[in-house]
């Protein structure tokens, strides 16, 4: 929720004291309407964020939204071993609309990455510190974070 909380601050406060905005695995975009079996768990706050502030070309600072692609979702239940990728799915499918989608078992890369950002994917990067390990890495896993903490370096915005 950090990114999308992090774009409404600035649409109330401006950018004049913030030199960047980076967002980790945060679901971004609104969730898509009319897809049968999709119920908008933001109850429309990703909505109001699409239509209310700035797109990330438009802030004025560089905007870096890193995702990880730890599993992929699958659609249908093929048996027991799809059961983790079919409830992942199932997740994913709540935030952009289908469950076959890429993303950090949480958030999906597309829900993650915002148009006119610095979008970064991140292979094999589980969501949350929360059941992470060497063979499941999350965002600040040192091996991980050396990936993508470069782009904390500021720049000149285009």
Known sequence: AGGWL????????GTEDVAMLCSLGSPLNAVPKGVPGVVDQTRGILTYVEANCSPAGQLGIPVVCVAGKWLEGVEQLSGVDDLTRFLVGQGYKQVCGSAAAWG?????????HLEGADNVTLEGVFHTPVGSSEQRPWYG??????????KLKLRQVA
């Open 104 to 112: 950090d078992g949480i958030t999906p890369v597309t829900a993650a």
């Open 141 to 150: 896993t040192p091996k991980v974070l050396d990936q993508w903490v470069e």
């Open 6 to 13: 992090a774009r409404v601050y600035l649409q109330d406060f």
